[in-house]
């Protein structure tokens, strides 16, 4: 067996991608990477157990170029007998409504196509051709923003319903293999434009940086493994430490002080999860310095007294709410927190081994969606594992959540049932009882 194939059986098998994956969409832009990969996909189909196989095509109307690549997907896709959709999208129009660089308007507008194929075909996740090129690509932009380790760490093998079978693999093997097999792509010249963040680091940067180390990929798979591993054990630390200097809704200033500082920023981390890496550190410093009350990025203020700090807001939070489609996504943007639902069949061990980002629920008669919202006055919460509802003020007191997070943090509800405080606790409602039938999968994301 070619190598190439050796080491893409191995991410699938290493990462469970394509664990309770009956029907599979695959992304394929008409580069050598989706190329590749649909090709991989068809081949072994039947040995990862695969019923189905579709593709999806997005055209960004980007270039007069974009109308030839749609033609070849056609064409491609037609010779392995896979069926094709797709999608054209505007993305300058996009970019310019919401205020987005050209970009990431095109990556919203792909992902959000991306989804609604999904669901329109019945797959259960979509496979696209990130590799180990872009996982190094993707962590030096992280570094260049100056993110924390869970950004340095790169994308997910899995995330959400996106799987990344290339991800062992670099760019050289897949050109390589493309020409070994016969299998014919097409260039997009927009990748060669060095307005875009990315390019610019993969035309400029990246070869000087081969030059010390022609071994990047493989520096980045491992700096990948060493955060991955790392990152589970601050999570689990950081729980003790703030169950450890919590006093009632305060946190013990003295024993702050005393952490060492990757101690305290994942400490904030489990206080404040809805706030990025930059927000975080503006409060660890606040912490740290002399002062009674002291802003924070103008929403926040760290509040001291009695030997305890406290985050509160620094400003009133209006309410707010947004439509969660059964099977779809919102952007919250009062937390910079995008939540994503979809329906899917779940093995026992995705269910005893959840990502803390992810929450399952099973229901009779499915909704429509839910909403997302934030607190309001009279609202009681059942947490899971409870005998009993609790208002949800008393709940968060409790469980020592932060007065300035409990009118900001985002909640799934339905029908005025707070399903989940996302980031915090689920509640007891529509749990996983029956594997045999389908659940909803609703995962976040949060933003720097």
């Known amino acids: 067996m070619d190598k190439v194939e050796q080491k893409f059986l191995k ?25 590749v990969l649909l090709y991989l996909l068809k081949k072994f189909s039947p040995l990862l157990g695969l019923e189905g196989l579709a593709a999806v095509h997005v055209n960004h109307l980007l270039r007069e ?81 100056g993110s924390g380790p869970e950004g340095l760490q790169g994308f997910l093998p899995k995330e959400g319903f996106v799987v990344r ?18 299998l014919p792509f097409v260039v997009d010249e927009t990748n060669y434009d060095e307005r875009f963040t990315r390019n610019f680091l993969r035309q400029k940067v990246v070869p000087l940086l081969r030059r010390l180390n022609p071994s990047l990929e493989d520096a980045a798979l491992r700096t990948f493994e060493v955060l991955r591993e790392e990152n589970l054990f601050w999570e689990r630390h950081a729980e003790k430490l703030l169950k450890k200097l919590s006093k009632g809704e305060g946190i013990d200033l003295k024993g702050f002080k005393n952490l060492t500082v990757a101690e305290q920023r994942r400490l904030l981390k489990k206080l404040l999860p809805s706030e990025g890496f930059s927000v975080l550190e503006k409060v660890r410093r606040a912490v740290l310095k002399p002062g009674q009350y002291l802003s924070v990025d103008g929403r ?10 406290f985050v509160e807001p620094a400003e009133e ?20 927190t995008r939540i994503r639902s979809r329906l899917r069949k779940l093995t026992e061990e995705e269910l005893r081994n959840k990502p803390p980002k992810v929450e399952y629920f099973q229901f009779e008669t499915l909704p429509e969606g839910f909403e997302v919202r934030n607190r309001r006055r009279g609202d009681r919460f059942w947490p899971f594992g409870w005998k009993k509802p609790v208002k949800l003020k008393e709940f968060f007191i409790k469980q020592k959540v932060p007065k300035w ?3 900001r943090v985002p909640m799934l509800t339905l029908a005025n049932e707070i399903l989940w405080i996302i980031g915090i606790r689920r509640g007891n409602f529509y749990a996983v009882k029956d594997l045999n039938k389908e659940v909803v999968e609703v995962v976040y994301e949060q933003s720097d």
């Open 11 to 35: 991410a699938v098998r290493d990462f469970k991608l394509l664990e309770g994956v009956r029907k599979l969409l695959v992304g394929l832009s008409g580069g050598p990477d989706s190329v």
């Open 65 to 145: 170029t974009a109308f030839r690549d749609e033609e070849f997907c056609r064409r491609f896709a037609a010779e392995l007998e896979v069926p094709l959709e797709v999608r054209r999208v505007d993305a300058r129009a996009y970019a310019r409504a919401e205020g987005l660089s050209l970009e990431d308007a095109a990556r919203r507008l792909r992902y959000r196509a991306f989804e609604e194929v999904r669901r329109e075909v019945g797959a259960d996740a979509v496979a696209v051709g990130h590799h180990a090129d872009d996982l190094f690509e993707t962590q030096l932009m992280f570094f260049l923003r």
């Open 165 to 182: 079978p290339l991800f062992y693999l670099t760019k050289e093997e897949l050109l390589l293999y493309a020409r070994r097999r016969n």
């Open 300 to 309: 926040l203020a760290v509040v001291k007294r009695e030997g305890l700090f």
């Open 317 to 336: 939070v209006r309410p707010y709410s947004y439509f969660l489609p059964l099977e779809g996504e919102v952007f919250v943007e009062e937390t910079k």
């Open 405 to 407: 997070l409990r009118d």
